[in-house]
């Protein structure tokens, strides 16, 4: 009597090697596009803060991955992406720093 073989059943979806990271960036844009419309008030400082909560942990570990992974090159360009967003959430927190001085007028705020 032979053995039977178990047949591995082909997977539904068939991704490529992007693949998760295409469909977690899909998501992840799905996400902060519900985020952004149900936003009241304060959208840009609250927008900073979660590009910053969000994108060291991201771009900060596919960095640190690619470096496990002797992907010195990719790592770099993660680690270009992380400073992209640094930069994009002090531009955007000094610009409503600025902004809320100047709606409290001269002589009101210190």
């Given amino acids: 009597m032979s053995p039977r073989r178990l047949r591995r059943r082909p997977p539904l979806i068939r991704l490529g090697a992007p693949g998760p990271y295409v469909l977690a960036a899909a998501f992840a844009t799905a996400a902060w596009s519900v985020a952004r419309l149900l936003d009241g008030s304060g959208g840009s400082p609250a927008g900073a803060l979660v590009g910053l909560a ?22 770099g360009l993660h680690g270009l992406v992380l400073v992209a967003v640094l930069a994009v959430a002090a531009l955007t927190l000094g610009r409503v720093r600025r902004l809320e001085r100047s709606l409290d007028g001269p002589g009101q705020g210190g």
């Fill in 54 to 75: 969000g994108g060291i942990p991201l771009f900060g570990g596919m960095a640190a991955l690619a470096l496990a992974l002797d992907r010195p090159l990719t790592a």
